[in-house]
């Protein structure tokens, strides 16, 4: 027969099964190896790599006074709380703070320690029951100094006092233990999870253990070359997040396929080798070409300046890419030598060659009343869209942490008692030597407006850098208003005409203006994705019709998903009841990250139900039977599928981390949807609408050469035990 690529890919590593299985094992080894540089090839880093207002900024300031990026240097904030009842100027408390002193004075990295005092009680709560120790980290203080200030803090123990700390490195190290364990939290649910919906997929436990065999090995080997990668680009440490989800969701995917595919060839009596053979030649196309299809979606993340952005999407290209590489050419050998004993363990009602009944049966009536279907299945996602036009972008705050996150508590002690908030903000004013007073002036503006306190101006030069501090929580609406009054309207009233150039930079700045860069690179992204589908999916399927259907639903998808996003987490709809944080609005960089992703998802599902169908429209011509066909051949895989996603992205959204949750739960919401009411009523729906209009192709087109994802309908060859070459049959 004809096999294809990747059917001789099988049949070459099916053939010579431990050398593949070796080979790979030493590339397991060098993959574990790699791997343990890591943690010095990521940044903790979040930064635009285009020249913005705030990056001005952050550049200034640490010319002019010292730091760099990669420093953990700054001002942290210990604050210490009675919580027996004692206040300021109590021996108790001057005890308190002595051990607090004692605790971080000398250690590597420290500079000074400002400690109040009743000659100086500031800074000290009205009613006294709170004092704040001021400690300045040197610059030039790395992490592991940062972590020993934090232990440093943490080991304090004062009778009677809650003692917590807040600032620039604590609050990344806060950050990166919740990051840390919400990985640990995804992994176990999404690997659990997945393995129940596997047996009940497959109904054997051997079928089932393979997909998380490659998962994990697609994982290790995308974690061992990220590593190296990050050695020569800027990779955020989140990257390891996302190899992790996208690892676990893909690599079962990608090997569902063809495992379900091999069984059923098994089942129709081909020998083992002819079975991994027209499995690799049918399958392991259709999944060659959802993987080409999902890294093209990603490489628009790669266009996005920033460094978030291009970590997350070259996570998951470099895993997508392991995960095919994996599926292609472990698998077969994995196969080959598991043979008929991959349906050990079976479930007595499973039969893996055998058609669904219900899904024919859904099939069935979807096709009888296409109209009726159609209809409901687009208000149904008309529906979850409506709330997506109330979406605000903007990174959750402190808020959103969990209760008796320390952060949290530090922060809103900082709101509470002292009028401040966890961010800083910074207007540097270039030429301003011959201004003094107008920059004072600038200065007593900001600090008249509400949504700023604490203002402090300090010359370097004919520099100025006025500081100060936020009071609104970084969610807040009042933050981002705040910011664009202080450039449109304070800083231009006090220093128009004077020649001095001004820049407004900081936490909540840089927070505007990501979300503004963003905004500005949407297009190019969804050009990009877009503009790739559609021609895949019209070299593929020969059809006009077919591309513009599937970007079509795939976008109306992603926007319901956008909507369940707005609903739960912006306005609270069943958030406590799911665990999740109620913020404000939705983080800047999860539309565009969700809109590439799912576009990559979306059209592997899209690419495994239409193969079937052209595979049975070209053997019969027959486009109901074909269409039903498909869906009654991979519904039950879809949808398996789809759920194991579902558990992967799920366990990840039950992290601490807003953001994370926000990117677990909108995944998650969005492959549901697509494989239920868009895959499984909608395609077909409409596909059955249009009739043999599904496969039209202009003639101006007809050069177009003519590919087969899953090619034709193969024969039952009937020699189940037979390990010869394959025979030569019709794919």
């Known amino acids: 027969m004809s096999t294809g690529f990747t059917g001789r890919i099988a049949r070459v590593t099916a053939a010579r099964p431990w050398l593949t299985i070796i080979v790979w094992v030493v590339a397991l080894a060098s993959a574990g190896y790699a791997a343990g540089g890591l943690g010095d090839a990521l940044t903790q880093e979040e930064r635009m790599l285009i020249t913005t207002e705030s990056g001005t900024v952050q550049e200034l300031d640490e010319a002019l006074r010292g730091g760099t990026e990669a420093d953990a240097?700054?001002?942290?904030?210990?604050?210490?709380?009675?919580s027996g009842g004692a206040a300021f100027g109590d021996a108790a408390f001057a005890g308190a703070l002595d051990e607090v002193t004692e605790a971080v004075r000398g250690l590597a990295g420290v500079g000074d320690v400002v400690v109040p005092t009743a000659e100086a009680p500031y800074p000290v709560s009205e009613d006294g029951s709170t004092a704040l120790v001021s400690i300045t980290l040197d610059p030039g203080a790395d992490g592991e100094h940062a972590e020993a200030f934090a232990h440093a803090v943490e080991s304090v123990q004062a009778d009677g006092f809650d003692v917590r700390a807040i600032g620039?490195?604590?609050?990344?190290?806060?950050?990166?233990?919740?990051a840390e364990e919400s990985l640990i939290r995804g992994e176990a649910i999404g690997i659990g999870v997945a393995l129940i919906i596997l047996v009940i997929v497959f109904?054997?436990?051997?079928?089932?253990?393979?997909?998380?065999?490659?998962?994990?090995?697609?994982?290790?080997?995308?974690?061992?070359?990220?590593?190296?990668?990050?050695?020569?680009?800027?990779?955020?440490?989140?990257?390891?997040?996302?190899?992790?989800?996208m690892g676990l969701a893909l690599g079962i995917d990608y090997s569902l396929v063809m495992v379900q595919r091999f069984r059923e060839e098994l089942a129709a009596g081909r020998s083992v080798i002819d079975a991994v053979t027209v499995a690799g030649s049918t399958a392991n196309r259709a999944v060659l070409f959802s993987g080409i299809t999902v890294v093209i979606a990603l490489i628009g993340l790669l266009?996005?300046?920033?460094?978030?952005?291009?970590?997350?999407?070259?996570?998951?290209?470099?895993?997508?890419?392991m995960s095919v590489l994996a599926s292609l050419t472990l698998l077969p050998a994995v196969l080959r030598l598991l043979g008929h004993r991959v349906n050990k363990g079976r479930v007595p009602t499973s039969h893996p060659g055998r058609e669904s009944r219900a899904w024919r049966t859904m099939a069935n009536g979807v096709i009888r009343r296409p109209v009726v279907w159609g209809v409901a299945g687009i208000a149904v996602l008309g529906l979850f869209t409506a709330p997506a036009t109330s979406m605000r972008l903007t990174f959750p705050g402190i808020d959103s942490m969990p209760e008796d996150n320390d952060l949290r508590i530090a922060s809103e002690t900082l709101v509470d008692d002292f009028g401040l908030g966890q961010a800083e903000s910074t207007v540097v004013v270039e030429n301003a030597g011959g201004i003094p007073a107008e920059?004072?002036?600038?200065?007593?503006?900001?600090?008249?407006?509400?949504?700023?306190?604490?203002?402090?101006?300090e010359w370097i030069g004919d520099t100025a850098l006025i500081d100060t501090r936020d009071v609104h929580d970084a969610a807040d609406p009042l933050a981002e208003q705040a910011i664009e009054r202080l450039r449109d309207v304070t800083v231009p009233a006090a220093l128009d005409g004077t020649g001095a150039i001004a820049h407004v930079g900081g936490d909540q700045a840089s927070a505007v203006d990501f979300s503004g860069m963003i905004a500005d690179m949407a297009p190019w992204v969804l050009l990009i994705v877009l503009g790739s589908s559609f021609v895949l999916l019209l070299f593929a399927f020969r059809s006009v019709v077919v591309p513009a259907l599937a970007i079509a639903l795939n976008l109306l998808s992603t926007a319901a998903a956008f909507g369940m996003l707005v609903a739960v987490f912006q306005w609270g709809w069943g958030a406590s009841l799911l665990g999740f944080p109620q913020v404000d609005g939705i983080a800047p960089w999860i539309p565009l990250f969700l809109f590439a992703v799912l576009f990559g998802l979306s059209m592997d599902y899209h690419v495994f139900l239409l193969s079937r169908v052209k595979e049975r429209f070209d053997a019969t011509g027959d486009n109901r039977e074909a269409v039903a066909f498909g869906l009654s051949r991979t519904g039950s895989l879809i949808t398996g599928a789809a759920l194991i996603m579902v558990a992967v992205f799920g366990g990840f959204a039950l992290g601490d981390l807003a953001e994370f949750a926000q990117m677990g739960f909108g995944l998650a919401a969005a492959v549901i949807l697509d494989a239920t009411v868009v895959r499984s009523i909608l395609v077909p729906a409409l596909m059955t609408m249009l009739g043999r209009a599904n496969w039209y192709l202009p003639r101006w087109l007809g050069w177009l050469p003519v590919m087969r994802i899953e090619g034709g309908e193969p024969v039952p060859v009937p020699r189940p035990d037979d390990e010869r070459e394959p025979a030569l049959v019709r794919v």
């Open 439 to 457: 920059v004072a002036s600038l200065a007593r503006a900001i600090e008249a407006d509400q949504a700023f306190a604490e203002t402090t101006v």
């Open 303 to 321: 266009i996005v300046p920033s460094t978030i952005m291009r970590s997350l999407g070259a996570g998951a290209i470099i895993v997508a890419t």
């Open 73 to 82: 240097s700054g001002t942290e904030t210990i604050i210490v709380t009675a």
């Open 203 to 245: 109904g054997a436990l051997v079928a089932a253990g393979l997909p998380l065999l490659v998962a994990l090995v697609s994982i290790v080997m995308a974690v061992g070359a990220t590593a190296i990668v990050g050695q020569a680009f800027e990779l955020s440490f989140f990257v390891v997040n996302m190899v992790t989800m």
């Open 168 to 178: 620039p490195a604590t609050g990344q190290i806060a950050f990166d233990t919740l």
